[in-house]
């Protein structure tokens, strides 16, 4: 897996079809490759972009393609590298590859761009774990984790603490090395205050760690619709209590009412909402009316999911859903909706479309599709934001566990009068763990996790 000095190539692109493709190569013979395919590259040191024709072979003879070229480490990959832009066929990228691989590269393995970018020190073991979030992230929340990520917001501060105990090890060593002379290059009070310093530091970062791991925004739902939908009635049936007021009148609802529930292991916030109702100036309710509204839309767009509860006997549903449709708006990019036929019991006729689920909280129709649905789709949110964080923080926690762990036998060897060099041996594995979280120590099995499950060619 360490194995960088092999010329390595790879689609880049998506392997679906799009306008423009590329294919992604790197290692020492790439100006060396590109030349024996044809590709006229300069003795240049600066990256340059070069035009060229590239035989493919028969059925697809010659092709134009856009070679940008970065002929020395000054590259992401930190080694000579290529991009070849052309059009975005599959099959004619693969032929590319495989011209490619004849003239000397080989198939680059799931993460070896990224691999290469952080043995090259472009990217430490966060950052690349976070393109593989980003690679991955469909769902905004975890794209915002693995960009906070990839600013190396997480390495920085552990990189800190490191150099700090790096400092205070070189400091007890050298008092080991003068023990005989009674030279002392750090006071045993100075130490512990010190450790203690990077002690409290540790635990925050690693308080901060788990919060973000377990950080799986709850799926926030909802409700929302005309006044006297059967909003606050339908709520209730899917919580399975009263949470909100429910009356005959329209508007009985003013107040967001919100309730976390968890089903099967998945936390959701329901919100009801006021019905959504144009006021009047006459009103003498205007403003209590005014403020409600404005609560609701906020409500509506910050919710995950929105659930239109339209009531099946108040005329055209199709009417009605495009009414609402662009009625809220939404602050986030993943938010789902989702249409509900409130008061089936009062109506005979159904729409022929599926999208509507209709329910009834006199027969109890529809109750149960409903909250199964919410369900299906809460779960499968919950597991793509956690997928890409988790792996960061799963790998760390036990390393900067241990880290901690040390910090304190250090700490209590200090007080209780024993050898330094009990003390340095402590510090050795603290440091070292640290070193493992930030990847400046690295091991191939911890590579192999990490980079394993990167798509091929990034
Ligand atoms: N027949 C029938 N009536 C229902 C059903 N659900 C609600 N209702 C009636 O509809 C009326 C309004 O119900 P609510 O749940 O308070 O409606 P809402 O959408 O919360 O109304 P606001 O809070 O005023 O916006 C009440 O009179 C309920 O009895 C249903 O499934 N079937
Ligand atoms: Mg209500």
């Known amino acids: 897996m360490l194995d960088s000095e092999e010329t390595i190539v790879a689609i880049a692109s998506p392997t679906s079809p799009a306008l423009r493709g590329i294919v992604r190569m790197s290692g020492q013979a790439v100006v060396a490759i590109l030349r024996s395919v044809g590709v006229a590259v300069a003795n240049e040191k600066r990256p340059t972009v070069i035009e060229s024709r590239i035989e493919l072979g028969s059925p697809l003879g010659e092709i134009e393609v856009s070679v940008s070229l970065w002929p020395t480490s000054q590259s992401y990959t930190g080694q000579p590298a290529a991009e070849l832009h052309t059009i975005g066929s599959v099959p004619l990228l693969e032929s590319i590859v495989r011209v490619l691989s004849a003239a000397g590269a080989r198939a680059a393995r799931p993460g070896e761009f990224t691999m290469r970018a952080f043995l090259a020190g472009r990217l430490d073991l966060p950052q690349a774990e976070a393109v593989l979030g980003v690679i991955e992230a469909e769902q905004r929340g975890s794209l915002e984790h693995a960009l906070r990520q990839l600013a190396g917001n997480l390495s920085r501060p552990l990189e800190h603490m490191r150099s700090e105990m790096l400092d205070l090890l070189a400091d007890v060593e050298a008092g080991l090395d003068f023990v005989d002379e009674d030279i002392e290059f750090i006071s045993d009070q100075a130490l512990v205050e010190r450790l203690t310093t990077i002690h409290a530091a540790l635990q925050e970062t690693r ?252």
Not at 451 to 456: Q, V
């Open 207 to 458: 308080r901060v760690m788990e919060s973000r791991a377990g950080n799986r925004s709850r799926a926030v739902v909802a409700l929302r619709g005309n006044p006297n939908a059967g909003k606050s009635h339908l709520i209730n049936a899917l919580v399975g209590r009263e949470v909100a007021i429910v009356a005959d009148v329209a508007g009985t609802t003013r107040d967001i009412v919100s309730v976390e529930t968890v089903i099967d292991g998945t936390e959701i916030q329901w919100v009801d909402t006021a019905g959504i109702e144009s006021h009047s100036h006459e009103d003498p309710l205007f403003e209590i009316s005014a403020a409600s509204q404005q609560h609701a839309l906020r409500a509506s767009q910050n919710a995950d999911m929105r659930v239109w509860c339209v009531d099946a006997s108040a005329g055209d549903l199709e009417t009605l859903r495009r009414d609402f449709a662009s009625h809220d708006g939404s602050s986030k990019r993943s938010s789902v909706d989702v249409w509900v036929a409130t008061k089936s019991d009062l109506v005979t006729q159904r729409s022929d479309s599926p999208s509507w689920i209709y329910t009834s909280v006199v027969t109890g129709e529809g109750v149960q599709t409903l909250r199964d649905h919410i369900a299906d789709w809460a779960a499968s949110r919950d597991q793509e934001e956690v997928g890409s964080v988790i792996g960061t923080a799963a790998r760390c926690a036990g390393a900067l566990g241990q880290a901690a762990t040390c910090l304190e036998s250090s700490i209590t060897l200090i007080r209780h009068g024993e050898g330094h060099e009990f003390v340095a041996s402590e510090l050795r594995v603290a440091v070292e763990c640290l070193g493992e979280v930030t990847g400046a120590v690295y091991t191939d099995d911890i590579l192999d996790r990490v980079f394993g499950r990167f798509c091929i060619g990034k």
